[in-house]
């Protein structure tokens, strides 16, 4: 079992960054892959970006492509998601997640055993 916990969502305006945060707890970090999801008022959750046990392999959504990036350090136990250049499409709750499994399905909820509360990130424009 492990416990995930979000942190670092907030008010910003468009055009500024965040960094999230998440938080592992109960279970080393380094046996997971860990995904970013994220859902808007009224909207399905979708997928948002994911990295690899080690760090070296990552996957993201067009729609953050060159703008958010995802990475861990496995020695804090804790994963990022640093978002740059925010736009106010971009408000929704954002959720981490972990899977021991790895490769093309990491963009789907279903590969995925662990997840956060989530925190609320709003961009205003």
């Known amino acids: 079992q492990v416990q995930l916990v979000e942190s670092g969502g907030g008010l910003v305006q468009a055009g500024d960054s965040l960094r999230l945060s998440c938080a592992a707890s109960g279970r080393s970090l380094g046996s997971f892959a860990m995904g970013w999801f994220r859902q808007a008022p009224g909207k399905e959750r979708e997928f948002v970006a994911a990295v690899n046990l080690r760090g070296d392999n990552r996957f993201s959504a067009e729609s953050v492509k060159g703008r958010f990036t995802v990475s861990r350090d496995n020695t804090k136990n804790t994963v990022y998601l640093q978002m740059n250049m925010l736009k106010p499409e971009d408000t929704a709750t954002y959720y981490c997640?972990?899977?021991?499994?790895?490769?093309?399905?990491?963009?789907?909820?279903?590969?995925?055993?662990?997840w956060g509360q989530g925190t609320q990130v709003t961009v205003s424009s």
């Open positions: 997640a972990a899977t021991d499994k790895w490769g093309p399905w990491v963009g789907a909820e279903a590969s995925y055993d662990y």
